[in-house]
T-cell receptor, first 113, second 111 residues
Framework: GENVEQHPSTLSVQEGDSAVIKCTYS??????FPWYKQELGKRPQLIID?????GEKKDQRIAVTLNKTAKHFSLHITETQPEDSAVYFC????????????FGGGTRVLVKP | DSGVTQTPKHLITATGQRVTLRCSPR?????VYWYQQSLDQGLQFLIQ???????AKGNILERFSAQQFPDLHSELNLSSLELGDSALYFC??????????FGPGTRLTVL
């Protein structure tokens, strides 16, 4: 089955700096890659997603890139703010062909003021 | 607020007991997914229902079962509970495509 690896497991950045989280997946049939933000004790919240027919997607300070050949995708957060502190999860699924999400292990991001 | 509701928020019970977790999907969503989040296993897919029928199964234990009712709400039944079943249980819903929205979760503590 699908296996998603996520790095780093923890990331500490200074407010205003950029943060980058990287994920790799194993199943070349995966075609949908969402990112979720989870605050302590709360639900995972979808922040951005990308499909395999797109190489990059941006939403304000957040961007995601996808390299299908290398089977990896990354989350970029620019101009980080203290409220960006949370655990971020990447995930992969095969979309309509079988759309359970397989999650990476998570990255704990701490933005220091 | 994702529009997905789950009850109860917290559940404390003893080993060997049985509990039922409930999930109501967003209006119009036909798919319900159940996930377990524990400290050592991360977020793990358990089972998916689509319009009342089981669509996919993950590493769900035989002691666990689920169903989706005609009004599309879903219940996850956990029986013969063990200490290791303590976790956050999330349901998510989607309209049938890939995007999934998570509910607030049920925190289960087995003593």
């Amino acid at each position: 089955g699908e296996n998603v690896e996520q790095h780093p497991s923890t990331l500490s950045v200074q407010e205003g700096d950029s943060a980058v989280i990287k994920c790799t997946y194993s199943d070349s049939a995966s075609n949908y890659f969402p990112w979720y933000k989870q605050e302590l004790g709360k639900r995972p919240q979808l922040i951005i997603d990308i499909r395999s027919n797109v190489g990059e997607k941006k939403d304000q300070r957040i961007a995601v890139t996808l390299n299908k050949t290398a089977k990896h995708f990354s989350l970029h957060i620019t101009e980080t703010q203290p409220e960006d502190s949370a655990v971020y999860f990447c995930a992969a699924s095969k979309g309509a062909a079988g759309n359970k999400l397989t999650f990476g292990g998570g990255t704990r991001v701490l933005v220091k003021p | 607020d994702s529009g997905v509701t789950q009850t109860p928020k917290h559940l404390i019970t003893a080993t060997g007991q049985r509990v039922t977790l409930r999930c109501s999907p967003r209006s119009g969503d036909l798919s319900v997914y159940w996930y377990q989040q524990s400290l050592d296993q991360g977020l793990q897919f358990l089972i998916q229902y689509y319009n009342g029928e089981e669509r996919a199964k993950g590493n769900i234990l035989e002691r666990f079962s689920a169903q989706q009712f005609p009004d599309l709400h879903s219940e996850l039944n956990l029986s013969s509970l063990e200490l290791g079943d303590s976790a956050l249980y999330f349901c998510a819903s989607g309209v049938g495509s890939d995007t999934q929205y998570f509910g607030p979760g049920t925190r289960l503590t087995v003593l």
